[in-house]
Structure formats: C-alpha cells, structure tokens
C-alpha cells in the first residue's frame, strides 16, 4: 500500500461521519464507515446516499468499493484501521449536557478490538474531558498505554456544503498529547495541507488552493475540544445578537440589513453570521450552546451569556408566530402556504429545525397547511404526517395555491428567484411572511404584496392598513 494511504475507520455514517469519510477517501486514505443502522449500511453499500448534501453521491460513487467500505462490524474495521474516528451522535441529555453513552459504548468495543498502536480521534462534538475519559475506558478494558492515544479533530462543517467545507476548510484543528498521535493525524491531511489535493484535476474546487493550502492548527486535547464548543456557542451567539438587534429594528423602524452590513463591515466583527431570521436550528447550535453552559456550571462558572442565546433563539419563533398573527388575525380554517421545512437551506436535516415548530404552533390553532420543500419533505412527514390539515405539495407554487398567505421558513436559494407575479396570481391575498429576508422590500410593493420580514419595514399592501398589520 502507498505509504501516504493511511488505513481509516470512521464509526458513524450521519451528515459528520458520511462526509467525513468519503473525504478522507477523496485524499487518498483507505476508509472503512461503521454504522449500527442495519438499513442505513444496507442502502451505502448498494450505492445509496441517505442524506442530502452536495458532492456527496459524486465522491461516493468515485471511491466506493475500493477506497471506501460499509460495515456493521466494528470489531474487525477497529483491528485493521490506524485511526478510527468516532463520529456518532452526541444527543442533549435532560439537564442540557451532552448524552455521551454512544461514545462510551463505541469506546468499548474498540478496546476489545486493538492488536496495534491506534490513534482513537474523537471527531463528534464532545464537551471538554471526554478524551480523558475515552482513555480511561478503554485502559479499563485492558489496552496497554503504549496501544492507543485519543486525540481531537473537531469538525466544522456545516450542513449543504459540508463537502466543500471538509476539503477548503478555514482551519484544521487536531489536538493531542501525544508525537506519535500527532504525525499520524498531521499525515491524514498533508494532501490538504500542503496543497497537493488541489494540484488533482478532478478535486472538488473551492477556496482553497496549491498555492493556499489549508492551514492546521495543533493545540492540546482539552482545548481542541474547547475550540468546538466555543466555536459553535460563539456563532450562534452572533445570530441571536443580530435577531436582537433587528427586533429593535422593528421597533424604531430601520432595516437590519443595513445595520448589519454597517456592523459586519468592521473587520473586528465580519459579515457572516449576522443574518437576522426565526433563529438557529440544526443538530449542533442548539445541543452545543446547551452542553457548553453544562461544561461550564460543572466546573463552577455562570455562563449566563449562553442562557440569553438560548432564550433570544426561542423567543425569535414566538415572535415569527406572532407576525403572521398580526397579518391574519385569526387562524381557525385559514390555509397557510409554507415554503422550507429543513433547518437551513442545502439540507434534508430537520432537526430542532424553526420552521416545524412554526408549523405546529400554526396548526395547534386550527390553520391547515401546504408545505414544500425541496429536500426534506419525506422527513418532515415521518414527524407531521400528511393529512387533511398537512399537504406536502411538489412545487412552490402549489404551495401558494389559494392561501391566505405564504411564508418563507427556509432560506434554500430556489426560493430566491420564484416567478413572483405568478405566486402573486396563486395566493388568495397577496401576503408573504419572510422568516429568512431573502426578497428585497421594495421588489415586494411592486409586485402588489404585503410582505413582512425580520428586521426590516413591513411593506404594505394598499388595501390593507398600517394599523391592522402593527407588529406588537
Ligand atoms: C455528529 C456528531 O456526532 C455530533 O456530536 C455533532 O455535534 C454533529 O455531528 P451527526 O453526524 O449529525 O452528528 O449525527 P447522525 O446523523 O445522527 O449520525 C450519527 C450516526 O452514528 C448514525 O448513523 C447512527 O446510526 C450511528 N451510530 C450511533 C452508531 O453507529 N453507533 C452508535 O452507537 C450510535
Ligand atoms: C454549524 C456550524 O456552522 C458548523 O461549523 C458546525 O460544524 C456544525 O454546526 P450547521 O448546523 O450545519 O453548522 O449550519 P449553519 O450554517 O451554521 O446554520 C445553523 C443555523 O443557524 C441554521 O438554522 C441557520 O439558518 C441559522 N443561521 C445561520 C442564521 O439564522 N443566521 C445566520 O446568519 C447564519
């Protein structure tokens, strides 16, 4: 085997692990994907992809079967593999800490299952200690010090453009304790780091490039996984500090795209991550915020900061809801048109997704509603079924049909460029409600809509009047 090809084992097939190892598979390394989702094995193995993300079939159709396996069986990939990377899921357990037993049992079972020095890397996102305790429970099943270490690589990913985002990455960060651990991590990505992934005709273009590789970061375990944590709390602190802002925008009647191009612009603050909506959603922001204010109260300190993230988040839906009912008044019989399920644009994920929890509360109050979403349709439907009250609907347009208004819940970049004298012609009334601000206002009043966003002057209809539609 080409001495650069390092034999990979990546526990966990979901939206981290999936990419994760048909990424490692991309640069060249040998990847065996463990999942204990018999189904889920079953479809990657006859060439199946079970979630939505962009490059993804691509790259698996590329190496499946030669540099790239799938296997239930954890015990034989962990033996075979120089690195194993654990990325299952680390769900919110009740007091708002991370469910770590996943991790513990996968843990286990790699311990009975070491022959050779192996570095066990911890990819999920892990409150801060839990590579101790990793390594405590694997010496607890009898593997000599000198078999294994644990390391870090926390990854950054996000959803829709997880692709591009693993091999045109900001930064890696891999911490560890270890020389032997670190070589081996420093070799799974010296095709990035050192450019010559994107000399290669067929890489997956990006930012990055030969001439400006990916940087590594190398820092000690503990703070590897601090920097996830703070990271993830960090973000999501900056869109509840924007969804905060514009609600006083609302109030004194400026436009937060405004402010926020006039604060991003400080290269102290940037641009991104200033988008004011209903608020995050997703499988990190919401659980990490959560378990990182754990992380914090556990070894004494009040991060109450985070508490203020979390209620800002929350409150920005109540809000959201609030709006329609200030454009409808009431909502008993009043069909809705929904346009975005997932929790952001470019995904299938629905999970802690706004826009299902706008939809219920809607529900609850007697609307019925026809919903589209590019991806994650099939999904939504196992948690909302399809019924009388809920019609899932093939395009954007169906989805307007007769409504009394239309609302936008996810910002999928289809949505931007709708025909929208034809929506106009479909509505019931001529109403959007924007949770994503993707339509310039004034475009709006031209095409005869009331429309309502975030942040921004509510543009009014000439037959409706200002007062009915006053956001309280
Ligand atoms: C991951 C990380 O685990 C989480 O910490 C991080 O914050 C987000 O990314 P994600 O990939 O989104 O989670 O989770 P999911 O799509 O649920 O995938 C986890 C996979 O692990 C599933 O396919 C599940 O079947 C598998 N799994 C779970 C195992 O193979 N073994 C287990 O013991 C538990
Ligand atoms: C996030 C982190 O960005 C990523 O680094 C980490 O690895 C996993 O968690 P992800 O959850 O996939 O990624 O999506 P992200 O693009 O960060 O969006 C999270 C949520 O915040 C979405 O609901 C999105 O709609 C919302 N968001 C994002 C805003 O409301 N405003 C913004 O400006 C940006």
Avoid at 34 to 45: H, P
Avoid at 125 to 148: D, K, M, S
Avoid at 381 to 398: C, R
Wanted: proline fraction near 4%; charged fraction near 25%; aromatic fraction near 8%.
């Amino acid at each position: 085997m080409d001495n650069s090809r390092l034999s990979i084992a990546v526990v966990g097939s979901g939206y981290v692990g999936l990419v994760a190892a048909a990424c490692f598979a991309e640069i060249g390394h040998q990847v065996t994907c463990i999942d204990n989702d018999d189904a889920k094995v079953a479809t990657l193995q006859a060439g199946g992809v079970p979630i939505h993300e962009d490059y993804l079939p691509r790259l698996l159709a590329k190496h499946r079967n030669h540099q790239i396996q799938f296997t239930t069986d954890l015990g034989s990939a962990a033996r075979e593999a120089q690195l194993i990377f654990v990325a299952v899921g680390t769900p919110q357990g009740k007091t708002g800490n991370a469910d770590l037993s996943y991790v513990d049992a996968v843990a286990s079972e790699i311990a009975r299952s070491i022959r050779q020095y192996t570095v066990i890397v911890e990819k999920s996102t892990v409150p801060v200690y839990t590579n101790e305790w990793i390594r405590r429970v694997i010496a607890r099943n009898g593997v000599a010090a000198e078999l294994f270490d644990v390391a870090s690589n926390p990854e950054f990913l996000r959803e829709g453009t997880a692709v591009v985002d693993f091999l045109h990455a900001d930064r890696i960060v891999v911490g560890a304790d270890s020389e032997q651990a670190l070589a081996l991590l420093r070799k799974v990505y010296e095709p990035l780091t050192s450019g010559e992934y994107y000399k290669a005709a067929d890489a997956v273009r990006g930012p990055r490039s030969a001439t400006s590789p990916t940087p590594i970061l190398e820092t000690s375990t503990k703070a590897a996984e601090l920097i996830k944590h703070a990271s993830n709390a960090f973000l999501a602190m900056k869109i509840s500090f924007i969804n905060a802002v514009a609600n006083i925008c609302e109030a004194v009647g400026a436009d937060i795209e405004q402010v926020a191009q006039g604060m991003g612009s400080d290269s102290r603050i940037g641009p991104r991550f200033l988008n004011a909506g209903i608020g995050y959603g997703g499988s990190c922001f919401p659980k990490d915020v959560a378990a990182f204010r754990y992380v914090a109260e556990q070894v004494g300190l009040d991060f109450n900061l985070l508490g203020e993230v979390e209620k800002i988040n929350l409150d920005q839906r109540v809000r959201f809801f609030q709006k329609i009912r200030s454009a409808l008044w009431t909502f008993r019989g009043k069909r809705i048109g929904v346009l975005g399920l997932a929790f952001k644009g470019g995904t299938d994920d629905i999970r802690e997704s706004p826009a299902l929890e706008i939809i219920q509360l809607l529900m609850h109050e007697g609307c019925r509603i026809a919903a589209y979403d590019p991806a994650a349709m099939e999904r939504t439907a196992e948690v909302i079924p399809a019924d009388d009250n809920m019609q899932y609907v093939h395009d954007p347009y169906e989805a307007a049909r007769d409504a009394d208004a239309l609302l936008i819940l996810t910002d999928w970049e289809e949505f931007r460029d709708l025909d929208l004298g034809r929506l106009h012609d479909m509505l019931r009334y001529p109403i959007i409600i924007d949770g994503r601000n993707i339509y310039d206002p004034a475009r709006m009043a031209k095409h005869g809509y009331t429309y309502l966003s975030v942040g921004r002057p509510a543009t009014i209809h000439p037959r409706e009047t200002l007062s009915e539609l006053k956001i309280s």
